[in-house]
């Protein structure tokens, strides 16, 4: 029998010791630490700077929950400019220094170039922004996943989408490079699954300045319809000068990266009533993302989370949930608990597919419109996970 | 490594004198060279090992670029051809198996060699702008067609250069790791200055000279004066390839970026920056650059402004590079102008 | 037709941009790399002056700034450093570009800006049928007043006849008197000045963003150099030949028109390395 004044000071005991182990296990548990490679300057920097504020938040949002796992997080930025060799140069110097577990880099060939180093380096990377198919498939990495939606999935949409379409002749403008390419080809199957015909391809170079020749072309094609696959700068440019053309006003258009939250932000009316795939949208309607665009919106009042913060802010998310599986910051405990792992996120329950590591998601598509007085990508459609992410095509040999 | 300007005989232009039989440069080279291997055993930190490997690659890349503008008097705009053409090489290689790992490096090397020489005979002879104008148009294009030609090396993505497990008769794990492929690259960049002076040395590298200085007076007094300036050209553009060899054993992806106008950009400021009139000076230039541009990188994403600023400074306060600058340590004088 | 019309616009623009760089080229013997910053730095500040006080004020606060910038360069980059290998100068120019571009990525963020055509010159006209923007008129206008201005001060003025002598060989047009650290300074004023107006011009044709000078200074040292270097004339004929057979070749043979450009400056440089109109050996 233990009187109460006996229990008072056990119970004080119990409490301050606890405590003390507590804190001294925040501090003994090793940081999880975070490695960034990203596009600070450069052509994309536009991109590297979204993408940076919303491992920020995650980070900040993560250490004021009192860490992940009971682990202090830890970020480190570091300039690839978008550039593959600089990107493989600079994730080095990050898994070298500790920062094993990286994400959110820019352009597809930066990850890449990146993917085949990261076993040497005992590190792994997670994608949250790049498009190419080749990431989980042909160049699949055991270390190596993605959380956002590949060009596939993208191309999964695009019939849905088009099949509910009255215009029959459509043409086709889209950057000459891997992702633009990809983007022209699928939807030129869209087109041919869903009995439309393409009247006019336009693939003008990268970093073109005058896209006059090829408006002038579309114009010129009979086409009805319009399908765009140009990004940032490109697409900025290219609205601009269709405005001028007055491109949108004669022809229905469509495409994929051309009228993101940023670039809409930026161009505004120009680009009312624009059809566009939407990989993430601040307006969708998930209990975590209503969270996420409230807090969002308090840490940088008058901003919503754009397409690739939302992905990333995803990404993040994932990390933290196998950290926390994994009981261990090592990327080899890291990933063996991702693959193949169910994930909470903003837009629901997720599967991280063993076959290719690659998150299995919806997609959706929307249009140009007015929320709330600002001019935002709204959904319209959603297309379902298991429809939207294609299965593994076999490329991929994990 | 003396540069002491001699007059040898009356009517052949100042050139750089001859050493002693067996030149100390040499000896230099050697114990440099084995210097290189003490390198992975003083340094414990793979970081460092890893960033100085590719500071010396790039070195190399420097050092064909400062050749050219040593022996020719010409700027190369588009060295980042040579480079990209020997990445693009072994990678296709790597994915054709066309021929055996070996061959594929030796063609890396020799390819834009002997392009440089068949180009060279037509354009070292344009006046100096067009000359680098040209070179960067070429170049470019290079950059172009490659990024255009997805079927065959998947344009801007990027294609894995595919390696087979030994190369040489040595384990491939010994251009990969940093600690051994440091002392690779180093020693190559040791023989690759030490040949270049052994030629800049040569008659052939005095009557090149002799061209630089005045072309017309050189072809009176009897000499070729095209094929000269085209070896030149293809011995830069070799040495730009090897560059690119090395580049693709160590990381093992080729990009188009391996052929961009920006690469050949800053390849020329480490030649300049490092002062060309030494064959030494650029690839002392490149590890400047690249070790300062490093750092600076690592503290903000200011690094632009301030590698900048560095840059117009260096460049005003020392417009004979920092090889100049230290030639004037040691009390000699710098060559003559090129 | 309108394509041909499209490339004549291209033209223009680049015509604009490249004969400010060969006023400095022929005045100094400088390749300027940073040419493509200043393009950067006269869009940007034309837009932020044009935010308040409207496109056209901010075309003229651009040039004139862009012109002081020019001054100060001459002053305290180009004319101490012309004793020193062109090389220096080059590499001076490029330190000056990054910096350049991290000041505006500083002032101005990393996100890309449009601007709108000014509401004069918003509309449409129709030309062989087809729409055709009013704003393309208008850089076409710009380069052609640019031209004729040009032509005007270089044949008519004396300082035009000191500019085209010290072109022609800068040491022996000192030593008739002529004071060529001022005409320089003033030339590299009206080239960086004339790069602040193609900068202001580009605004409602592409997107701002720091590093938007790398995208047309190659083009503009294609057009500079293939013009043969010195040669006003010569930038305007090829910066016209050179954007037409461009846009002609983005519209019939799509796959090697980005490298037209280089093989029309390699084709003339084969035939005639001094360029177009240069100075000849």
């Known amino acids: 029998m233990i009187d109460s004044k006996r229990a008072t000071i056990l119970g004080l005991s119990a409490v301050v010791v606890s405590a003390t182990l507590a804190t001294s296990a925040w501090a003994q548990k090793e940081p999880l630490k975070i490695g960034v490679p990203t596009a600070l300057t450069g052509t994309y920097s536009q991109l590297g700077d979204e993408a940076k504020r919303a491992v920020e938040f995650a980070v900040n949002e993560a250490n004021a929950a009192g860490g992940v796992d009971g682990r202090k997080v830890e970020v480190r930025f570091l300039d690839t400019e978008a550039k593959p060799e600089l990107a493989r140069q600079q994730a080095e110097k990050l898994a070298l220094d ?149 491109l949108f006003d004669k022809v229905t258009t469509g495409g994929v990266s051309f009228t993101t939250d940023g670039t809409v932000k930026v161009l505004g009316d120009v680009v009312k009533g624009i059809h566009t795939i939407i990989n993430y949208s601040s307006t969708l309607d998930t209990p975590g993302n209503k969270k996420l665009v409230a807090d969002w919106a308090k840490a940088y009042p008058g901003d919503a989370p754009t397409n690739f913060q939302g992905e990333t802010y995803l990404g993040m998310q994932v990390i933290f949930q196998a950290v926390k599986k994994a009981g261990s910051v090592k990327p080899a405990d890291v990933a063996k608990a991702m693959s193949g792992g169910t994930f909470e996120t903003i837009l629901g329950t997720q599967v991280m597919r063993k076959e290719d590591n690659q998150l299995v998601g919806p997609n959706y598509f929307g249009t140009v419109e007015a929320v709330s007085g600002t001019l935002q990508p709204v959904v319209k459609m959603t297309v379902p996970a298991q429809a939207a992410t294609p299965a593994p095509d076999g490329s991929c040999k994990l | 490594m003396s540069d002491a300007v001699t ?150 993505d990027g294609m894995p250069v595919r390696l087979p497990s030994t190369l040489f008769g040595v384990d491939i794990e010994l251009f990969q790791a940093p600690s051994t492929m440091f002392v690779v690259c180093w020693v190559v960049l040791v023989a690759v200055i030490a040949l270049l002076t052994l030629v800049a040395r040569s008659h052939f590298g005095v009557l090149t000279v002799a061209i630089r200085e005045n072309e017309e007076r050189t072809r009176y007094v009897g000499y070729h004066t095209l094929v000269p300036r085209a070896l030149v050209f293809a011995l830069s553009a070799a040495v730009g390839g090897l560059a690119g060899v090395l580049f693709a054993l160590y990381n093992a992806f080729a990009t188009p970026g391996a052929l961009h106008w920006s690469l050949s950009g800053e390849a020329l400021i480490m030649a300049v920056i490092g002062g060309p009139h030494a064959i030494w000076g650029p690839a002392l230039g490149a590890v400047v650059f690249f070790v300062v541009k490093d750092a600076v990188g690592d503290l903000t994403e200011h690094w632009p402004a301030i590698i900048g600023a560095t840059l117009i400074v260096v460049t005003v306060l020392l417009p004979q590079g920092v090889s100049g600058l230290l030639a004037r340590f040691t009390g000699r004088r710098a060559a003559s102008k090129p | 037709m309108i394509q041909i019309i499209n490339g004549l616009v291209y033209g223009s623009f680049l015509y604009v941009l490249a ?96 601007v709108a055509a000014p509401e004069a010159l918003a509309g449409s006209v129709t030309i062989f ?55 320089s300074a003033l030339v590299v004023a009206i080239g960086t000045g004339l790069a602040g107006l193609s900068g202001t011009i580009a605004g409602p044709l592409m997107a701002l963003s720091p590093s938007m000078g790398g995208y047309i200074i190659i083009d503009c040292f294609i057009v500079v150099v293939t013009g043969g270097l010195t040669s006003f004339t010569g930038a305007f004929v090829a910066a016209l030949v050179i954007g037409q057979f461009h846009n002609l070749g983005l519209v019939y043979v799509p796959e090697v028109a ?19 109109a240069g100075a000849g050996k």
Request: one cysteine or more; glycine letters at 8%; charged letters at 15%.
């Open chain 1, 98 to 246: 500790g920062y094993k577990i990286m994400t959110a880099t820019i352009a597809s060939g930066e990850v890449l170039a990146i993917g085949p180093m990261l076993n040497r380096w005992d590190a792994m990377f997670v994608a949250t922004i790049n498009k190419a198919n080749d990431i989980t498939g042909k160049q699949c990495q055991r270390r190596l996943f993605r959380v956002n939606r590949p060009d596939n999935s993208d191309a999964a949409v695009v019939q849905p989408w088009l099949a509910t379409r009255s215009e029959a002749k459509w043409a086709i403008v889209a950057a000459d490079i891997a992702w633009g390419r990809n983007s022209g080809e699928s939807f030129s199957k869209a087109a041919a699954a869903t009995g439309k015909t393409i009247v006019s391809e336009n693939y003008p170079p990268f970093g073109s300045n005058d896209y006059a020749a090829h408006i002038q072309k579309v114009l010129d094609s009979g086409a009805q319809g319009v399908w765009i696959a140009l990004a940032g700068r490109d697409a900025i440019t290219f609205a601009r000068q269709a405005k001028q053309f007055g």
């Open chain 2, 7 to 156: 007059q040898r005989k009356p009517g052949v232009a100042a050139a750089v004198g001859a050493g002693p039989r067996v030149p100390t440069f040499v000896v230099a080279a050697a114990v440099l060279a084995a210097a290189g291997f003490a390198v992975p055993w003083l340094i414990d930190s793979q970081l460092a090992l890893t960033l100085m490997t590719q500071a010396v690659i790039y070195a190399i890349l420097a050092t064909a670029i400062g050749f050219m503008i040593r022996q020719n008097g010409l700027t190369s705009f588009g060295h980042a051809a040579f480079f990209g053409m020997a990445v693009y090489l072994m990678a296709l290689n790597g994915k054709f198996d066309a021929v055996p790992a070996e061959l594929a490096v030796l063609a890396a090397i020799a390819v834009p060699a002997a392009f440089a020489f068949l180009a060279g005979l037509i354009i070292v002879r344009l006046p100096a702008l067009s000359f680098s104008m040209l070179t960067l148009a070429v170049a470019q294009s290079l950059h172009e067609l490659m990024l255009r030609w997805r079927e065959l090396a998947n344009g801007d």
């Open chain 3, 19 to 114: 004969v400010g760089l060969v006023l400095i080229f022929g005045l100094r013997r400088v390749t300027n790399f940073a040419h493509g910053g200043f393009f950067m730095l006269g869009a940007y500040v034309s837009y932020a002056v044009a935010a308040y006080l409207g496109f056209w004020t901010g075309m003229v606060v651009s040039v004139a700034a862009l012109a002081a910038f020019g001054v100060l360069l001459d002053r305290f980059v180009f004319r101490p450093l012309s004793s020193e290998e062109p090389i220096v100068t080059l590499l001076v120019t490029f330190g000056l570009l990054f910096v350049l571009e991290d000041a505006v990525r500083t002032i101005w963020g990393k996100n890309y800006i449009s």
């Open chain 3, 129 to 183: 049928g087809s729409q055709f923007p009013v704003y393309r008129l208008f850089v076409i206008a710009v380069a052609v007043t640019v031209a004729l201005g040009l032509a005007i001060w270089l044949r008519s003025t004396r300082v035009g006849l000191y500019v085209r002598a010290s072109s022609v060989d800068p040491v022996t047009t000192g030593m008739q008197g002529v004071d060529t650290d001022r005409l």
């Open chain 3, 258 to 276: 980005s490298v037209i450009p280089l093989l029309i400056m390699a084709v003339v440089l084969g035939l005639r390395p001094q360029g177009l």
